[in-house]
């Protein structure tokens, strides 16, 4: 009579938190900077070009969760309570994200701000979260990527009105970069470490 092999589930269990503390999987980290860094230099390469692309990207989200919102209110599923404030602000999101595809330069503008907003906050938050690992290998990176995304918003959002048109595509290529690089330098150091 042959033994079935034991399989100790807490022993399992125990490995799985183990590599789930020891740091997210380097190579996907690596390869998602090095795609950041490849995206930086696209943009650098035409930024009218990138800024475009971003609007039309940027354009289709909003169309898609105009639309989402709007079914959601419908159903009750939104959680506000209210069906026609649900359905109404879907209803602004799509027509906001149908403005920015038909009127792409004009959306730009807009979009540019809306960016920096975000370049402004995403870099408040990096550098928070560097705060909180601060012991850990890697936080000073983080907090780096934090303080250029940062400058960056402040800086699109008292450009906007002299250079709006390229300016959107040339601080996506940075922010690409320093996300990039970010990623980069954490995969390495988690490579370090195992």
């Known amino acids: 009579m042959t033994e079935t ?60 969760g105009g639309i989402v919102q709007s079914v959601m209110g419908l159903r009750g599923l ?23 595809w038909i009127n792409p330069i004009a959306g730009i503008f807009s979009l ?11 870099g408040l938050l990096r550098m928070w979260m560097a705060a909180r690992i601060r012991p850990e290998t890697g936080w000073g990176w983080m907090a780096g990527a934090g303080a250029v995304s940062a400058l960056l918003g402040l800086l699109v959002l008292f450009a906007v009105p002299a250079g709006a048109v390229g300016l959107l595509g040339i601080f996506l290529g940075v922010e690409l970069l320093s996300s990039g690089a970010g990623a980069v330098a954490l995969a390495l150091a988690v490579r370090k470490r195992q």
């Open 78 to 100: 939104d959680g506000t309570g209210s069906k026609v404030l649900a359905v109404v602000f879907g209803a602004v999101l799509a027509l906001f994200g149908l403005t920015l």
């Open 112 to 122: 540019t701000v809306l960016i920096g907003a975000f370049f402004l906050a995403v």
């Open 5 to 64: 092999p034991h399989i100790d589930a807490h022993a399992a269990g125990r490995d799985l938190a183990d590599r789930a503390a020891a740091g997210p999987d380097w190579k996907w980290t690596f390869a998602l900077g090095i795609l950041l860094i490849v995206g930086g230099f696209c943009a650098f390469l035409n930024p009218f070009v990138a800024s475009l692309t971003a609007t039309a990207i940027a354009g289709g989200f909003f169309i898609v």
